[in-house]
């Protein structure tokens, strides 16, 4: 089975400064990561993954997560935030066949002015 | 094109009702999910669809829940004799891959 755990339950940040979300997953399997967003009032929309390859993805909109397979972890940075990164941000793991993710409890990231 | 649609996206309804929740996938994905999101248990898988087979069916927290799969299409998760604790957002998602899943705006129960 396989379980995920961000670390802060919000962070709050001001605008232009640099943050990182912390996430660590076990599993005893190969897996897959993700990182989604949920904005105030919207749907989950699929950030970044990683499935293989390069260790650090990469977003459209300048965040970025490295997995670390022997910290078991795969934070994701961004090292100048917007207010309208105000969001809460959530980790989640799938085995590598697919199938249903497992959710971590999610950060709420909060940018001020 | 036009995303994975959820519908209603509100509803309201006494305890011990009955509730369908209807889900609405991107068109050609194989593969279709259905997760609750609530306050105490933040994101929970319930069940997985491929085709219109269940798989997976290993999250549905009791007998009261069911979902079917049409047509390899349209999907219903039905809520019987309904209870407080079942009051959250569902959501549904679907997808093309084993690698990435789209998620709908989610509907909001809540049982009074």
Request: aromatic share 12%; net charge negative; glycine share 8%.
């Amino acid at each position: 089975a396989q379980s995920v755990t961000q670390l802060d339950s919000q962070v709050p940040v001001f605008e232009e400064a640099p943050v990182e979300l912390r996430c660590n997953y076990s599993s005893s399997v190969s897996v897959y990561l993700f990182w989604y967003v949920q904005y105030p009032n919207q749907g989950l929309q699929l950030l970044l993954k990683y499935l293989s390859g390069s260790t650090l993805v990469e977003s459209i909109n300048g965040f970025e997560a490295e997995f670390n397979k022997s910290q078991t972890s795969f934070h994701l940075r961004k090292p100048s935030v917007h207010i309208s990164d105000t969001a809460e941000y959530f980790c989640a793991v799938s085995t590598n066949q697919g199938g249903k993710l497992i959710f971590g409890q999610g950060t709420e990231l909060s940018v001020k002015p | 094109g036009a995303g994975v649609s959820q519908s209603p996206s509100n509803k309201v309804t006494e305890k011990g009702k009955d509730v369908e929740l209807r889900c609405d996938p991107i068109s050609g994905h194989t593969a279709l999910y259905w997760y609750r999101q609530s306050l105490g248990q933040g994101l929970e898988f319930l069940i997985y669809f491929q085709g219109n087979s269940a798989p997976d069916k290993s999250g549905l927290p009791s007998d009261r829940f069911s979902a079917e799969r049409t047509g390899g299409s349209v999907s219903t998760l039905t809520i019987q004799r309904t209870q407080q604790e079942d009051s959250a957002v569902y959501l549904c998602a679907s997808s093309e891959t084993r690698y990435e899943q789209y998620f709908g705006p989610g509907t909001r129960l809540t049982v009074t």
